[in-house]
């Protein structure tokens, strides 16, 4: 919804922006929670091993310490390696790789695709962000409360998202000389509802998925009337 949003408030050129962050956040910041998801697995993939490492060497002399150390630094080349595995076989990543180059290629050189090819891509896209609403209702379906993370997290994360979110945005935006239609909408940009990847992320590893359900419903119900509000008070 926040593509839309931003042109009908400050038009194409500035709605435009919404556009290149979407690009940005999915080859950058996906990526980067990607790779803290794996790392977090094969960390605790990786305790049990030093654990027992940890239980020969205990009380023992200056070989049996020297040994504990070079356990541990093969420990953590072995997590970076599995990590850097998974990341290799992520097809997220090579799909923002792709889909960028393909935009600067086309740009450059004024490329276009196939019509065939155009409206191919138009129903995967449709279609993959339809399966992921669909994951995502059938997972508040199957919780026992409507918000599984409780009343007091909810409210938390509401008010990160839609309160300290704008606000920490502003304050950034000012520090880098951001001034006129650009601050409002990146203000504005900052309290749009959380996004639903990162809750499919968050399933996946098994991370606070119910956290992430909650800030992604209540956050749609409650982000249009806020949107609104942002804009009104900051003018349009």
């Known amino acids: ?23 940005v ?4 910041w996906y990526t980067l929670l990607l790779l803290l998801f794996e790392y977090r ?4 993939s990786m305790q049990s091993t030093q654990s027992c490492v940890g239980e020969d060497a205990s009380g023992e002399g ?6 504990k150390k070079f356990a541990r630094r093969i420990s953590l080349l072995l ?21 960028i ?4 290629i086309s740009s450059r050189w004024n490329v276009k695709k196939p019509l065939v090819m155009e409206n191919s891509i138009t129903i995967l896209s449709n279609a993959g962000l339809g399966m992921a609403m669909f994951s995502l209702g059938l997972f508040m379906a199957m919780q026992p409360s409507i918000m599984p993370c409780g009343k007091r997290l909810a409210t938390y994360s509401m008010l990160i998202r839609f309160v300290a979110g704008p606000a920490i945005m502003a304050l950034a935006s000012l520090v880098l000389g951001i001034r006129g239609a650009t601050l409002k909408v990146a203000i504005v ?4 509802p959380q996004g639903i990847v990162p809750f499919v992320f968050a399933k996946e590893y098994d991370l606070h998925s119910e956290i992430l359900s909650t800030a992604v419903i209540f956050g749609m119900i409650v982000s249009f009337p806020i949107t609104i509000l942002y804009y ?5």
């Open 79 to 99: 997590m970076m390696k599995m990590v850097c595995r998974k990341m290799i076989r992520n097809l997220n990543l090579y799909a923002a790789l792709l889909g």
């Open 62 to 67: 200056e070989e049996e310490r020297t040994k």
């Open 1 to 23: 919804m926040g593509v839309p949003l931003l042109k009908s408030m400050y038009g194409d050129e500035e709605g435009g922006l919404l556009i290149q962050l979407v690009v």
């Open 232 to 236: 009104i008070i900051l003018g349009s």
């Open 101 to 104: 180059s393909w935009a600067l």
């Open 41 to 44: 697995a094969a960390t605790q």
């Open 25 to 28: 956040q999915s080859m950058l």
């Open 189 to 192: 940009q900052a309290a749009l």
